[in-house]
Every structure is written in C-alpha cells, then in structure tokens.
C-alpha cells in the first residue's frame, strides 16, 4: 500500500530558528512530490519536485528531493511567526491522486 | 475568477440526513479531485474527475458517498444518510490533465454531523 510518512508530527521553535521537515514515501509508480503549506483550511501550493538533487528555492524555504532513499525534506530558513502553519507532504502515483502524509504541525513563537 | 470556491463553507446536519457540498474549479481546469479532511489527519482522497474519461472511486469510504461533475465544470458530492464519522472538513481540488500534478485547493466544506 501507499504511504506518505512525515516528521516530526510537531514543531515548536522561535522565530529565526531553522527548521527542517521530513517526508518519506513508499509509493509504487513515483511520478512528483509536492509540499503544500496549511493555515486554516484551503492546502496552499509550495513546490513540486521530480528530480533527485534538485533544489527548489522560494524565499526562506527550500526542498529537495531523494528519490533513491526515497524521502524529501522542507527546510525553512530565519522562521516568522507567519510560517506557523501545517505543512503537507504529498505524492503523484501517477494515479493522478495525491497521497498525502499526516502532515507537521509548525509553532513559531515571537 | 480567481481560485476554486466550494458551498457551503459550513455545515451541519442531523445523523440520517442527506448533505450536497458543490465546488467551483478553475475555469479551464480538466482535473477535479475531492478530499477529505479529519480533525488532525492528513487529507484522504475520495474520488477524481480527470476530463470526460470515468471517474476513479477508488477512495470513497462508502456507498452513501457519491460525486458528479455537470459539463466538465461544477461538482457535487452526495452523502447519503449521514453518520457522525461523516463529520470532516471536505476539500475540492482542481488542476491540469496530464499536468495534474499541481493541485489547486479550495477552502473546504466544514460538516458536522449531530
């Protein structure tokens, strides 16, 4: 079975911290990886990563892909209160559904 | 015309009653994708509409769930004689066939079954 695992569940840190958050998927036609930030309700679009090694950059936060162990990470550099937020991890199966992780929860205090 | 918009944006209902929740996609967006959210789960797909071919059902919990999309636009989701566990935040996403790997969200239907 599919599955898209995230870590860790949740997060407290104060702003300018660093933070790095984890995605590791078993998935058996891995087609992209796609993160989505969450405030309130609607998934908001972060990145989607095809490719090994390939840095996605926007801002403050970056993702980066490894598709031979099989798992991603989001870091977001010089936190702000405005990044408190639940970070989804999602992937295409070529199904075109997404499989989404259970998703971490982010605090950031003043 | 801005993003995908979904109606009502809460709900609440009794067990045993029927609910329609609609979305709005993207003008122009062939891929229609619905999702369901519990309180602190991820988000568990339901069913995805993907141009004029059959829909994949594949993640329906139920046959007291079903979904239709009107001339390739508008979608509704059905729940038949509701039960608590229905209770959920349900989102509706729309985006590209064949690039369908960006999905864009709306802001969720709240239900809450009494």
């Known amino acids: 079975e599919d599955k898209v695992v995230q870590s860790p569940l949740s997060l407290v840190v104060h702003e300018g911290d660093t933070v790095t958050l984890n995605c590791s998927y078993e998935?058996?036609?891995?087609?992209?990886l796609l993160w989505y930030k969450q405030e309130k309700k609607a998934p908001t679009f972060l990145f989607m990563l095809?490719?090994?090694?390939i840095e996605k950059k926007s801002g403050r936060l970056s993702s980066i892909l490894d598709k031979k162990e099989l798992f991603s990470i989001l870091n977001i550099t010089a936190t702000q209160t405005g990044d408190s937020a639940v970070y989804l991890c999602?992937?295409?199966?070529?199904?075109?559904?997404?499989?989404f992780g259970q998703g971490t929860e982010l605090s950031v205090k003043p | 015309g801005a993003g995908v918009s979904q109606s009502p944006s809460n709900k609440v209902t009794e067990k045993g009653k029927d609910v329609e929740l609609r979305c709005d996609p993207i003008?122009?967006?062939?891929?229609l994708y619905w999702y369901r959210q519990s309180l602190g789960q991820g988000l568990e797909f339901l069913i995805y509409?993907?141009?004029?071919?059959?829909?994949?059902k594949s993640g329906l919990p139920s046959d007291r769930f079903s979904a239709e999309r009107t001339g390739g636009s508008v979608s509704t989701l059905t729940i038949q004689r509701t039960q608590q566990e229905d209770s959920a935040v349900y989102l509706c996403?729309?985006?590209?066939?064949?690039?369908?790997?960006?999905?864009?969200f709306g802001p969720g239907t709240r239900l809450t079954v009494l």
């Open positions: 996403a729309s985006g590209w066939t064949g690039a369908a790997d960006t999905q864009y």
């Open positions: 998935v058996t036609n891995f087609r992209s």
């Open positions: 095809t490719s090994s090694g």
């Open positions: 999602a992937v295409n199966n070529q199904g075109g559904k997404l499989i």
């Open positions: 003008s122009g967006h062939t891929a």
């Open positions: 509409f993907q141009g004029n071919s059959a829909p994949d």
